[in-house]
């Protein structure tokens, strides 16, 4: 009551304040923060209300309304939880359950509540092993077959217990007796144990498998196991056993055979194995018998034709042959074997003929007495006088002839009207002589080498100089050509571009070369462009794609900006940019609209984009809100549905656009609209409304290139390829019909092929000579690839490669080949890709000798050295040491034979080999001893004899074929005895000589003192 009074007494005071100072009551002025100020509902004044969410009497209090003191399953409904908010409240469902709106916190009244969740649907929940079960609000678990639940019991919910699911694990499988484990799968449940018998076991009945229970224990195996049992082992002819009678597995019996025979077989032995069987033995008794007697090389048999233990083979040497050495008796022993004579027969050779200047052999390879070998004289050379046969004698020597050949020369060779000669003023026999057309002329002949013949005659080149002319110039695009007509070398012609063109090049004209062709000048004229014109923030473009100058672009501002200030014309200009804009917009609406099931994706204040949150789909309407010239936004009319699903595929056709309820189709490229529309629409039930589109080709008869054939087409997509005779040199070989119906040509170029390397050929075994045929550019690299092989020794392999860069036609190039090798060489046009392969043989060179330490000695057997290094040419390659006496005056030819038999052990007063060495036998040092008696390469080394003084000299030659080389160097000179005997015994005089003196000397001095 004192309240209202105090009340009613506030409101008199300020009416009468009021009326005091002569103003009205404002009511609204009077309002609450949290209240709004209403029409009456009689028309006769405002009131004070408090907003929703609030109680009071509007004007001096308005408090927080809890709405959830009702009770949260009375507001909110059933499963949830109810939240005050100041001036409102919110609802959330409890733990299990989840809004039906899929939002975290919701307010029921758009028929949100809380449903169960199912959290079985979630894999692995209940972890290994366990089973899920779906209950009101929560779930619980338990354990599957073959698991038991650990640390708990069941059910049991896994975010609550500690309890969890564990695989039954029966452990290892016990051993069965006589058995044994052969695989086991696991220790879990369900997993298989295989057992076996043991060695010395058969399985007999029962089941070998044991599988592990859910009960955690195995099951089986019921295998019964038996012992093995062989019986008695088989006999064998001629042969007894030694046993114990035992026939259990393992067991071993031995064989032997009887008195007289022997055992050929490969075992004596049989064991008794887990088969129960007696393993064959592989005893063969045969009687003993040496058969025929061994086949020694070049003997012949004194024989009885007895085998039996003790007898005897007599050999001896056929005729032609003579005894080396060795034992000569082959005698039949216990293990019907006969013993290896060591008897050495050696045939009578006379070994290789000798080797004569510029000629060849015809030999068969025989050097016994009788074989002849034919001289005649080599290419290039021809028979001038003597004798050209050979004998071998029965001394093992070869007869020598007296042949003489000479050589061959052409002379000058002819010269060729309008070209010069390459030539080295040689003209033997192989030797050639290049010509090359003068300059402003080029050949159209079949070749320009003369080589000078056997006969001695140059063979005709059939070169022809013709006078070079270049055709028409080539045509420049948008250019025009300043040009007299002539096209003779060193013509020029001139290219201007036309007007609105600018050039792009740094050189505007072209010569005629002396290679018949016009240079090609990289030259092109490039229209002039603006390229596209500034884009300026929120303005939108008024333009006709063009930009040639004098085009123009109008910018003007975006509806929801209006313009401030600045120019919006630009003009494009002839220096090829675009003229300066400055227009400036400024937005004028205010905060953007928001859409029921929509969120933002991207506005700039005057144009907002809108799209439908997840879960829902554009149905009709537009997405974009735009801020209209009045200042207004004009809402997007978005309409957003349940989504359906994937977007529908039309044959021929791609998607162009789509918002998930609208898809837009479009042909693909090569193929256009017939008929029907391109519009799929996802309706109200869900399901998508197919466009009836139907696309099918639309470009016309596939282009034609020049030079060219197509491959393959689908009358949208052609492929070219250059006819026979030709190749791809530049461009694409693709032709594609575009979106326009119009056919993107392909920029295909083909050229004739031409060998880029010619006129190959190789000039003193290693250099290369080629000529060049080049396209456009004036540089070629070339890849040179050789690779090297030798008959006479199959592991060697020389396989390397260079590059050469050159702008000349005529190239040379020398290669560091190998000696006696033969070569295959590839030269590869890199631009080109073109190859061109040749071979060579390289010759035998004189060989490098070792170098030896020269000395001089006394002794009679002198041990000398050399040093080497290895060399490729070392399986050809050998040593010989000559042995020279020293006689008056001496002459010795590196080049000739030897002039002794080698087997012989007494040598002659001449020079002889007195040993012979493979150099692939020698090391990087040798150390050999002259006269140590022994055979070096089938050569005796005799003793040097006493009181003669010798020459040591070392040869190395190399041969391959018919072809020899060698070079000497003296090694020592050995002094005779008697120059060592006579030299001491004068020593000895001089010395009895001067005792003999001291004594008298000492005598006299002796008298002469005793007498004074």
């Known amino acids: ?121 979630i894999t692995g929940l209940c972890g290994e092993g366990g089973q899920c079960r779906n209950l009101e609000g ?127 077989g490969k075992g004596n032995v049989s064991i008794c194995t887990a088969a129960g069987q007696w393993e064959r033995p592989s005893v063969l008794c045969q009687e003993t018998l040496c058969g025929s007697p061994p086949i020694i090389e070049s003997t012949e048999q004194v024989w009885d034709s007895n085998s039996t233990p003790g007898s005897t083979v007599l050999y001896v040497c056929k005729e032609g042959f003579y005894k080396q050495g060795g034992d000569n008796v082959s005698i039949c022993n216990e293990n019907a074997q006969w013993t290896l004579p060591t008897l050495l027969c050696q045939e009578i050779l006379c070994g290789d003929p000798p080797i004569l200047p510029h000629t060849g052999q015809v030999w068969n390879g025989s050097s016994t007495p009788g074989s002849t070998v034919t001289y005649y004289c080599k290419i290039g050379f021809y028979h001038n006088e003597g004798n050209n046969i050979s004998l071998c004698t029965v001394n093992g020597y070869w007869t020598t002839p007296n042949i003489s050949c000479k050589e061959v020369h052409c002379g000058v060779p002819q010269p060729i009207s309008h070209s010069i000669m390459l030539w080295d003023k040689i003209s033997t026999v192989g030797s050639q002589v290049v010509y090359q057309c003068n300059s402003g002329y080029r050949s159209v002949g079949e070749g320009n080498v003369s080589v000078c013949t056997a006969s001695g005659e140059w063979d005709e080149a059939s070169l022809l100089c013709q006078e070079i002319y270049c055709q028409e110039p080539v045509f420049k695009p948008h250019a025009k050509m300043l040009w007299d007509g002539t096209s003779h070398i060193g013509s020029v012609v001139y290219y201007q571009c036309q007007e609105g063109y600018d050039t792009r090049s740094l050189r505007n004209y072209s010569v005629c070369g002396e290679n018949g062709l016009w240079e090609d000048i990289d030259l092109w004229c490039e229209e002039i462009s603006c390229g596209p014109p500034l884009t300026l923030p929120d303005t ?19 509806d929801g900006f209006y313009q401030e200030s600045g120019n919006n014309i630009s003009t494009c200009l002839l220096s090829g940019q675009w003229g300066e804009v400055s227009v400036k917009c400024k937005a004028k609406c205010g905060p953007v609209p928001l859409l029921a099931k929509s969120e933002v994706v991207w506005h700039n204040r005057s144009v907002v984009i809108h799209r439908c949150v997840d879960g829902y789909h554009s149905w009709r309407g ?94 949208s997509v052609v492929i070219h390829r250059c006819v026979d005779g030709y190749h791809s040199w530049r461009g694409s070989n693709v032709s594609v ?57 199959k592991s060697f392999h020389d396989r390397r490669k260079q590059f050469l860069s050159s702008k000349a036609d005529q190239l040379e190039l020398c290669l560091n080949l190998l000696p006696v090798t033969n070569y295959s060489i590839s030269i590869t046009a890199v631009s080109s890709r073109f190859t061109a392969t040749i071979t060579t ?103 040097l004899e006493n009181g003669r ?41 001089a010395t009895i000589g001067l005792v003999a003196f001291i004594i008298l000397v000492g005598y006299s001095f002796t008298w002469f003192f005793k007498s004074k």
């Open 841 to 943: 043989n390289t010759s035998l060179p004189v060989p490098t000798a070792p170098v030896v330490h020269y000395r001089e000695f006394t002794t009679p057997i002198p041990t000398l050295r050399l040093r080497r290094s290895p060399n490729t040419l070392d399986p050809i390659s050998l040593y010989q040491v000559f042995v020279l006496p020293v006689e008056g005056i001496m002459m010795f030819d590196c080049s000739s034979p030897a002039s002794s038999d080698p087997s012989v052990k007494i040598k002659s007063s001449t020079e002889y080999i007195t040993a012979q060495i493979d150099v692939t036998h020698v090391g990087t040092e040798m150390n050999f001893t002259v006269g140590d008696g022994l055979y070096y390469g089938g050569f005796f080394n005799a003793p």
């Open 622 to 715: 537009s997405n974009v809100s735009v801020c209209n010239s009045s200042g207004v936004w004009q809402r997007a009319t978005l309409r957003c549905i349940a989504k359906c699903g994937p977007v529908p595929l039309l044959a021929k056709s791609e998607v162009v656009w789509h918002n998930r309820s609208v898809v837009i189709h479009r042909c693909v490229d090569g193929y256009h609209s017939w008929r029907g529309s391109n519009v799929s629409v996802c309706n109200s039930s869900g399901v998508w409304q197919r466009a009836t589109l139907r696309c099918i080709a639309k470009c016309g008869p596939v282009p034609l290139l020049a030079k060219s054939e197509v491959v393959w087409h689908n009358r």
């Open 138 to 264: 929560s779930f619980d678990c338990s354990c599957q077959l073959g698991y038991q639940v650990h640390n708990g019991t069941e059910p049991f919910h896994p975010h609550r217990d500690k309890a969890s699911c564990k695989v039954v694990d029966c452990g290892h499988p016990a051993l069965v007796e006589d058995t044994v484990v052969l695989s086991v799968t696991g220790t879990t449940y369900s997993s298989v144990a295989m057992f076996v018998c043991d060695k010395g076991f058969v399985w007999r009945r029962g089941d070998n498998r044991s599988v592990c229970g859910a009960d955690g224990l195995w099951r089986g195996p019921t295998m019964v196991c038996e012992e093995v049992d062989c019986g008695s082992p088989p006999a064998l002819p001629h042969s007894h056993m030694l046993w114990n009678k035992r026939s259990s597995m393992g067991t071993e019996v031995l064989y032997q055979c009887n008195s007289g025979y022997h055992n050929v």
């Open 949 to 989: 003084n010798y020459y040591i000299t070392l040869r190395a030659v190399s041969q391959w074929k018919s072809a020899l080389k060698s070079s000497c160097v003296l090694w020592a000179k050995v002094r005779g005895t008697s120059y060592v005997l006579m030299v001491s015994s004068l020593s000895a005089a």
């Open 1 to 121: 009551m004192a309240e209202r009074n105090r009340a009613m007494i506030v409101v008199f005071l300020l009416c009468v304040i009021a009326a005091a100072e002569g103003y009205t009551l404002d009511v609204c002025a009077s309002c609450h923060a949290n209240a709004t100020c209403d029409d009456k509902s009689d028309g006769s004044g405002k009131v004070c209300n408090c907003k929703y969410g609030f109680v009071g009497n509007g004007r001096t209090f308005c408090q927080d309304k809890d709405e959830c003191q009702i009770g949260a399953s009375k507001i909110c409904g059933q499963h949830t939880t109810c939240h005050n908010t100041y001036g409102s409240y919110y609802c959330t469902c409890l733990a299990g359950y989840s809004p039906s709106n899929n939002m975290a916190i919701f307010i029921p009244n758009d028929g949100t509540h809380c449903q169960d969740i199912d959290e079985c649907r």
């Open 737 to 793: 019909c575009g979106s326009s119906g119009v056919w993107q040509r392909a920029t295909l170029r083909c050229v004739e092929i031409k060998p880029a390397v010619n006129h190959l050929f190789v000039l003193n075994e290693k250099c290369l000579h080629w000529r060049a045929e080049k396209y456009e550019e004036d540089t070629e690299v070339y890849k040179v690839t050789y690779i090297g092989s030798r008959d006479y020794q």
């Open 540 to 558: 939108n473009l008024l333009w006709d794609r063009t930009s040639r100058p004098g085009s123009v672009v109008l910018y003007e501002c975006m």
